[in-house]
Nanobody, 124 residues
Framework: QVQLVESGGGSVQPGGSLRLSCAAAGGTFDNNAMGWFRQAPGKEREFVAAINWSGASTLYTDSVKGRFTISRDNAKNTVYLQMNSLKPEDTAVYYC?????????????????WGQGTQVTVSS
């Protein structure tokens, strides 16, 4: 019923920045929490960040705190992930997802719509 499309991935050097965007088509998510997950080769998909329906509350995994910022613009049906001070260990495919609920949650099972992912590569 809804498609999520990520953009903004690419290759950067350590310490660089990227801004990922996730746009919804075929629906809205103004009542839903949104999340970003990532999956590196040989690793399980992990939670990165989430934002509640209004944008008033955010949640981050410890490894990205102080470096990443999740935000949303419900009028544009878009959620963002600003990534600063990128490290090689941030290299992964990043996925945008819409939660079934309005409150934030790091559990992947509550996210029922997923984007195709966008590659982020951090290397010298």
């Amino acid at each position: 019923q809804v498609q999520l499309v990520e953009s903004g991935g690419g290759s950067v050097q350590p310490g660089g920045s990227l801004r990922l965007s996730c746009a919804a088509a075929g629906g809205t998510f103004d009542n839903n929490a949104m999340g970003w997950f990532r999956q590196a080769p040989g690793k399980e998909r992990e939670f990165v960040a989430a934002i509640n329906w209004s944008g008033a509350s955010t949640l981050y995994t410890d490894s990205v705190k102080g470096r990443f910022t999740i935000s949303r613009d419900n009028a544009k049906n878009t959620v963002y992930l600003q990534m600063n001070s990128l490290k090689p260990e941030d290299t992964a495919v990043y996925y945008c997802a819409r939660s079934k609920y309005g409150f934030i949650d790091r559990t992947a099972s509550v996210y029922i719509y997923w984007g195709q992912g966008t590659q982020v590569t951090v290397s010298s």
